[in-house]
C-alpha cells in the first residue's frame, strides 16, 4: 500500500474531489480490506458526498477492526446522528468520551447528543466537562446556553451565550443564535441586529444579501420600487408578509419574490404591485430587502408588532367552490388539523406528532375533523386510529390560496408549528398551535397567545417528547368550546 496513494486522496477529499478520492480509496481496499484508517478515511469521504448508509457501514468496519480508537468512534456517531440514529449515535459518542476523557470535543458531541435526545441536564454536564477542560471553546459555550434555556435558567443561558460572542466577535453563526435567544426573550431591540448575522452563519453559507449595493435600510422610500425577497421556509414568508402593506403605507412600491405555492394568496396582500417566483428575474428596481430584514427597518418591538388580521384574504370564488364541498354541518363544528411538518426541517422530530394520537380529541367533543396535511405526512390518513373519523379533501389543495378557501368553511384549525398555522393565524382564524419545548423565537416563553396572531392561542409542551399531555389539554379545551 502506498502511502503516497492515502495523500493524493487527502487532497482530493479536501479539494472536494470526492468521487476521485473515494476511487482511490476503494482501490486500496481491494488489497487491503482491513485497513481501518482507509475504511474511516472513505467513510469522510462517503459522509460528505451525503451517501449516509455507505459511510456509516464504512465507520462500522473500521470500528470493528480497531474499537478503541475514538475518532473513528466520534465520526460513525455524527453519521448516525445525521439520520437522526440519536440512541446509536450518543452510545457511540459515551465510548468515545470514555476512550479519550480529556478531550474536549469528545464530551462536546456527548453533550449535542443528549441535546438532540432531549435531554437537557445531561447535555448540560457534558457541556461543562468540556469547558472545564477548554474554558476558551466558544462553540461549547453556545451549546451550553441552548441547553440552559431549554431548563428555564434563561439568565445563566444569556450570559453563557453572550461569552460565547465575546470569545469569537467575529463568528456569524454564535450571533444567530444569540439573536433567536434574544428574540426568544422578546429582546426585539437587540434582537433584530442581531439577526442580520444570519448571512455569516452555516446556515447561509454560499448566500449573501441579493443586490446588496441597493439594500434597504430602513431610509425613505416614497415613490421607489422595494424588491423584497424570501430567504425562509414558506411559514416565514406568510409572516412577514405582513409588513409589505407598511412599505406601500411610506410610498413604496413591492416587487414580491415568493415561492409558488404562495403566489395566488399574496398577490392581492395591499402594497404589492408584482409578484415573480423563485428563479425570475425581477424587474427594474430601486431598493432590495431580505424579508426577515423588514422587522428592523420598521425598528419592530413587542409592542409595535403589525398585527392586524386578517392580512391576507381567500379569494371569494375559491370560498364559494368550497362551499360545495362541506355538507350541512347540523350544529357540529368543523375542525382543521395538521400534525407533521417538512421532513428536511432540521426541527422537524421535536414539532411533529403522529396522526394517531389526535384521536383523543375526537372523544372528547362532537366534531367533524378535516385533513389540512400535505407532504409525506398525509400518508397517516391511510391509517387512522380506531374510531377516528377524518375528512380528507387535501387532494384539491393545489396552494395556499385554495388552503385558504378551505380554511373559510372551517371553525378552528389545529396544527402543530407549521405554515398552515401561520395562514390561519394571518387569515384571522381561530388556530390552535402545538409548540414543543425550544420553541420557535416568535413563539416568545410563558405565554399562551402570540402578540404577532391574535386569533392563535398556543399549547406549550412542558416535558421534551410528550404529546399526550398537551393532545389531553387540547381535548379538555375543545369540550369547552364546543359545549
Not at 433567536?180 to 449573501?208: A, H, I, M, Q, V
Not at 389526535?358 to 405526512?377: I, N, W
Request: proline share 6%.
Amino acid at each position: 500500500m502506498a502511502i503516497v496513494d492515502i495523500d493524493q486522496a487527502m487532497r482530493l477529499y479536501r479539494s472536494g474531489k470526492f468521487t476521485e478520492a473515494e476511487s482511490i480509496y476503494r482501490a486500496i481496499l481491494k488489497d487491503h480490506p482491513e485497513n481501518s484508517n482507509v475504511l474511516h478515511l472513505l467513510g469522510m469521504v462517503l459522509k460528505d458526498h451525503d451517501r449516509l448508509d455507505e459511510a456509516i457501514a464504512a465507520f462500522q468496519q473500521a470500528v470493528q477492526l480497531e474499537p478503541r480508537n475514538p475518532q473513528y468512534r466520534t465520526n460513525l456517531a455524527n453519521a448516525l446522528k445525521s439520520q437522526n440514529r440519536l440512541d446509536e449515535a450518543v452510545n457511540e459518542f459515551r465510548e468515545a468520551a470514555s476512550l479519550a476523557p480529556e478531550v474536549p470535543l469528545v464530551h462536546y458531541n456527548l453533550g449535542a447528543g443528549f441535546a438532540g435526545q432531549g435531554k437537557p441536564h445531561e447535555a448540560i454536564a457534558e457541556y461543562r466537562h468540556a469547558l472545564r477542560l477548554q474554558p476558551d471553546y466558544a462553540a461549547a459555550w453556545h451549546n451550553l446556553g441552548h441547553a440552559l434555556m431549554g431548563i428555564g435558567d434563561r439568565d445563566g443561558a444569556m450570559q453563557a451565550l453572550a461569552h460565547g460572542v465575546r470569545l469569537q466577535p467575529g463568528e456569524g453563526e454564535l450571533h444567530w443564535n444569540y439573536a433567536w435567544n434574544l428574540l426568544l426573550l422578546g429582546d426585539y431591540t437587540n434582537g433584530w441586529r442581531e439577526f442580520e448575522w444570519r448571512w455569516k452563519s452555516s446556515t447561509y453559507r454560499g448566500l449573501k444579501k441579493r443586490f446588496e449595493s441597493l439594500h434597504w435600510n430602513g431610509q425613505e422610500i416614497s415613490g421607489k420600487k422595494i424588491f423584497v425577497y424570501f430567504e425562509g421556509g414558506m411559514g416565514d414568508t406568510i409572516h412577514f408578509a405582513r409588513y409589505l402593506p407598511l412599505i406601500a403605507a411610506r410610498g413604496g412600491k413591492v416587487i414580491l419574490e415568493c415561492q409558488p405555492p404562495l403566489a395566488p394568496l399574496l398577490r392581492n396582500l395591499a402594497g404589492v404591485e408584482q409578484i415573480i417566483s423563485a428563479g425570475q428575474a425581477p424587474p427594474p428596481f430601486d431598493l432590495s430587502c431580505p424579508m426577515m430584514s423588514l422587522p428592523l427597518n420598521f425598528k419592530t418591538t413587542l409592542q409595535t408588532i403589525p398585527a392586524e388580521v386578517p392580512y391576507l384574504h381567500a379569494d371569494p370564488e375559491r370560498v364559494s367552490w368550497w362551499a360545495g364541498k362541506f355538507s350541512p354541518n347540523a350544529g357540529r363544528p368543523r375542525i382543521g388539523l395538521v400534525w407533521s411538518g417538512n421532513p428536511d426541517n432540521k426541527n422537524d422530530l421535536k414539532r411533529s406528532i403522529p396522526l394517531a394520537k389526535f384521536a383523543a380529541l375526537s372523544r372528547k367533543t362532537s366534531a367533524d375533523f378535516f385533513s389540512l396535511q400535505l407532504g409525506p405526512g398525509a400518508r397517516q390518513t391511510q391509517s387512522p386510529a380506531s374510531g377516528f373519523q377524518l375528512i380528507d379533501h387535501t387532494a384539491d389543495l393545489r396552494d395556499f390560496g385554495e388552503t385558504a378557501a378551505m380554511m373559510a368553511h372551517l371553525d378552528l384549525v389545529i396544527s402543530v408549528d407549521t405554515s398552515v398555522a401561520h395562514l390561519a393565524g394571518a387569515l384571522g382564524k381561530k388556530v390552535w398551535t402545538l409548540i414543543p419545548t425550544g420553541p420557535d423565537w416568535r413563539w416568545l416563553l410563558d405565554r399562551d397567545d402570540s402578540p404577532w396572531y391574535p386569533t392563535m392561542r398556543l399549547f406549550r409542551q412542558t416535558t421534551a417528547g410528550d404529546w399526550d399531555s398537551v393532545i389531553d389539554r387540547i381535548a379538555e379545551a375543545l369540550a369547552r368550546l364546543f359545549l
